[in-house]
């Protein structure tokens, strides 16, 4: 049965504290790992489409990650507007995704 | 852009009410899909609309029906709501699935639902 697993649930962090999140999966046939951004009481906002292991994709102080069995999303120097739940989601068959539970993150001044 | 519109964004209803939540997309997306979203629990499909015309159920279909009505709008209903469907709904659309591998999907802003 597919799987998506991710860590920690929630992450508190200073302003310039850099860190990272982790998105472990089982999937029969990866069809793409995607990243959003779930601000509270909004709907979540698509990030990153990572398709193969070692693909990297960047975007201001977000960096995603791919191997075979994970996927991270780097936070470099977070200001508070990077507050927000992360999500990740694996492309697990035609068209549908399964979502991971999300971390929550929190950046303080 | 208006993106994914779902009506209405909060919902109060008694045990035993029906319902239709209601989307649409100006994207000229093929693909729709219907989620819950529950604490812990993550974002759980409940059907999805592969392209007009079509519709299949998710992880958790029981207790809704869905309809396509058009390229632009794909509906929900309760038919008779339970305690245990008191959510937040989200509507997605996305591309057409290709060789390659799944396209994102692009969300609305949900729909608050409370059953009493």
């Known amino acids: 049965e597919d799987q998506v697993t991710q860590s920690p649930e929630a992450l508190r962090l200073q302003e310039g504290e850099s860190s990272s999140l982790n998105c472990s999966y089982t999937v029969s046939g990866l069809r793409g790992l995607f990243w959003y951004r779930q601000d509270p009481g909004k709907g979540p906002e698509f990030l990153f489409t990572?398709?193969?292991a070692g693909e990297e994709k960047e975007k201001e102080r977000l960096k995603a990650t791919l191997t075979k069995k994970e996927s991270f999303l780097h936070i470099t120097a977070p200001k508070p507007e990077d507050s927000a739940t992360y999500l990740c989601?694996?492309?697990?068959?035609?068209?549908?995704?399964?979502f991971g539970a999300g971390t929550q993150v929190v950046v303080t001044p | 852009n208006a993106g994914v519109t779902q009506t209405p964004k909060f919902q109060v209803l008694k045990t035993g009410q029906s319902m239709t939540l209601q989307c649409a997309q100006d994207m000229n997306h093929n693909s729709m899909y219907w989620y819950r979203q529950d604490p812990g629990m993550g974002l759980r499909l409940i059907y999805y609309s592969a392209s007009e015309g079509t519709t299949d159920k998710g992880e958790v279909p029981n207790g809704y029906n869905v309809s396509r009505l058009n390229k632009r709008e794909f509906s929900l209903r309760l038919e008779s709501a339970a305690p245990s469907q008191t959510s937040v709904y989200f509507c997605?659309?996305?591309?057409?699935?290709?060789?390659?591998?799944?396209?994102?999907?692009?969300f609305g802003d949900g729909t608050r639902l409370s059953i009493l």
């Open positions: 989601a694996v492309g697990s068959s035609w068209g549908k995704l399964q």
């Open positions: 997605a659309s996305s591309e057409l699935a290709g060789r390659g591998g799944n396209q994102p999907q692009h």
């Open positions: 990572l398709y193969s």
